[in-house]
């Protein structure tokens, strides 16, 4: 399993960095206006992504080693096709910051983007780890490869390089994963429709109770980035979406581990090894997480304005403000996943809801006066109020002590000699 964390670090390191170029791209061709349209285009296919993955998501990785592949790919599929045509109608009809042509390339890109989870989600839950992360790696890098062709080789500077860009990206990755999964896709098979019943309860079921949270979480991280494009403008989005894309890179860490011990514990019935390991996992995160933050906040405003361009100083100011947050938040992925591991996804909900009352409180008070520090505020304080509500739950479920929480100077010890045998293996 250790190795198995470094090599999904390692991978997400990668993805973070080329994620960190595409930011810098796209902020220094097309200025803060510009990269606040480019949020607001991934902003909207995360939110059809919420609808789609009630089926395609997370809960997949809990069904796969329970039920045939067969019968979980196409009720997969076809949901996520009807997501998508149902979405892009509304975003149609509403105004989500989106023009028309962009609206409909948004739902096409999310289907697209679903098909290629659905394979990521599937490997997942065969412990297929390294194969998963191969194809994480190859989404940014497609990415990156087709902005520079077009805002750097062919000289353009409008939004559609980053259209285009997604397309390769997300193809590409829904090809490989095709391709690693070919044992499965060649003994594919169409059953009778009342053969999928028990599978399409689950999926619902889990996917359901699971994607509650999430699409509570979704106005948590990115109610923001509407209320700013409403009450402000577009390149507050920009400088905004900069600062919270660099925070959130610290998440890496968490998402490194919490990737592993989600397929670990759905694979396990053993509760006291799942709680121990879920604490063990929580401090390892905090501490390797605690020294990036610090780093992180303390760059100046000038740095910021160097690297993505002189409408961007602001960047060192909300950073600092998300910092707390940001790094609690780190330790309320582990937890969730060990909930979410466990089949109880009501929990991440809760959690959830507790910070959406923060955020509906602080976001239409505090952005629209003092607009993206306010932002800010809003998201550090719903980022610790998920944290603290599953950390609670977790030590009386449990029976842990804050104090386990804390890493002691022998377990730190014994972490880095696991990670010093590891490599001089």
């Given at each position: 399993m250790f190795s198995k964390i470094l090599n999904t670090f390692g991978t997400k390191m990668v993805v973070a960095f080329i994620n960190l170029a595409i930011a810098i791209l796209i902020s220094q061709v097309l200025g803060d206006s510009g990269k606040g349209l480019q949020s607001l285009v991934l902003t909207n296919i995360s939110f059809i992504l919420i609808f789609s993955e009630i089926v395609c998501g997370a809960s997949l990785v809990?069904?796969?080693?329970?039920?045939?592949?067969?019968?979980?790919?196409l009720p997969s599929v076809l949901w996520a096709?009807?997501?998508?045509?149902?979405?892009?109608?509304?975003?149609?009809?509403?105004?989500?910051?989106?023009?028309?042509?962009?609206?409909?390339?948004?739902?096409?890109?999310?289907?697209?983007?679903?098909?290629?989870?659905?394979?990521?989600?599937?490997?997942?839950?065969k412990e297929e780890v390294k194969k998963a992360n191969y194809n994480t790696l190859l989404q940014p890098v497609a990415l990156v490869l087709t902005l520079l062709v077009y805002y750097l080789v062919l000289g353009k500077s409008d939004i559609y390089g980053y259209i285009i860009g997604l397309y390769v990206a997300y193809g590409s990755s829904a090809i490989l994963g095709?391709?690693?999964?070919?044992?499965?896709?060649?003994?594919?098979?169409?059953?009778?429709?009342?053969?999928?019943?028990?599978?399409?309860?689950?999926?619902?079921?889990?996917?359901?109770?699971?994607?509650?949270?999430?699409?509570?979480?979704?106005f948590n991280l990115r109610l923001s980035y509407y209320l700013l494009n409403a009450y402000v403008d577009t390149g507050h989005v920009g400088v905004y979406s900069n600062a919270v894309s660099l925070a959130e890179a610290l998440w890496i860490i968490s998402n490194s581990i919490a990737l592993v011990q989600y397929a670990r514990v759905s694979n396990s019935t053993d509760t006291a090894y799942n709680q121990r390991l879920t604490l063990d996992l929580a401090k390892i995160c905090f501490a390797?997480?605690?020294?990036?933050?610090?780093?992180?906040?303390?760059?100046?405003?000038?740095?910021?304005?160097?690297?993505?361009?002189?409408?961007?100083?602001?960047?060192?100011?909300?950073?600092?403000?998300?910092?707390?947050?940001?790094?609690?938040?780190?330790?309320?992925?582990?937890?969730?996943?060990?909930?979410?591991?466990?089949?109880?996804?009501?929990?991440?909900?809760?959690?959830?809801?507790?910070?959406?009352?923060?955020?509906?409180?602080?976001?239409?008070?505090?952005?629209?006066?003092?607009?993206?520090?306010?932002?800010?505020?809003?998201?550090?304080?719903?980022?610790?109020?998920?944290?603290?509500?599953?950390?609670a739950c977790f030590l009386k479920e449990s029976r842990f002590k804050m104090h386990d929480f804390v890493l002691t100077p022998s377990e730190l010890k014994n972490y880095l000699l696991e990670i010093k045998n590891h490599y001089l293996k």
């Open positions: 809990y069904l796969t080693s329970r039920h045939d592949f067969s019968k979980l790919w096709l009807f997501v998508a045509v149902v979405m892009g109608v509304l975003m149609l009809l509403l105004n989500m910051g989106l023009d028309s042509a962009l609206a409909i390339h948004t739902a096409i890109l999310s289907f697209v983007s679903s098909f290629a989870s659905i394979n990521f989600r599937i490997l997942i839950g095709t391709r690693q999964l070919w044992n499965e896709y060649k003994s594919l098979k169409i059953y009778p429709l009342r053969e999928y019943n028990d599978t399409l309860r689950a999926l619902f079921k889990y996917g359901f109770l699971n994607q509650t949270s999430h699409f509570v979480q979704f390797i997480s605690l020294p990036a933050v610090i780093v992180l906040a303390l760059l100046p405003s000038q740095f910021y304005q160097f690297v993505f361009g002189p409408e961007f100083g602001l960047m060192s100011t909300l950073i600092k403000i998300l910092a707390p947050g940001v790094l609690l938040y780190g330790v309320y992925l582990i937890l969730g996943h060990y909930y979410s591991g466990s089949g109880r996804y009501f929990m991440n909900t809760w959690a959830a809801l507790c910070g959406l009352v923060i955020t509906l409180t602080c976001g239409f008070t505090l952005i629209p006066r003092f607009a993206a520090q306010g932002a800010a505020v809003t998201a550090s304080l719903a980022y610790s109020t998920n944290a603290l509500f599953l950390m």
